[in-house]
């Protein structure tokens, strides 16, 4: 093999690392946030798509018309893969723990104790959730009775 072949080879041979090696990164240990991102994305949206949807107490898991605080969540989670239990007091016993400081979009975040109430946690102090007259709406967590009624958050995620 002469020097020019050799050269060739090895610049093959480089980028061919390079290129298989970029695969680690892809599927690195930052690959479950990246996918849990997309999905709370996806979570946020199809929530965001019943705004307004009038609220119900006890209202029928699975029904569109009307829901509940964890009908709601039950239902869009679900509806993007993830099976939650049906009332806020169950949901708020699965998936880990949350520091109120370290919350990301898609988390559930929870109120009142014992649990009463769950909504999505869309970044940035909102919550999505349903509750009174609106119905399914965006709320500010980091004030009035949401801030001061705050319990727990989990991530299902």
Known sequence: MNRTSKKLWVGICFTMTLAFGA????????????????????????????????????????????????SFTQYVFGQNGIKLPRSSREQSTVGTFVPRSQLQKGDLVFFYSPIHHVAIYMGDGKLLHTFGKGGVTITNLNSGWWNSHYATARRVL
């Open 23 to 70: 695969g680690s990164f892809v599927t690195g240990p930052n690959t479950t946030y990246a996918a849990s991102a997309s999905t709370a994305d996806q979570i946020i949206s199809t929530g965001s798509q019943f705004m307004g949807v009038p609220y119900q107490f006890g209202a029928q898991a699975g029904n569109t018309s009307s829901f509940d605080c964890s």
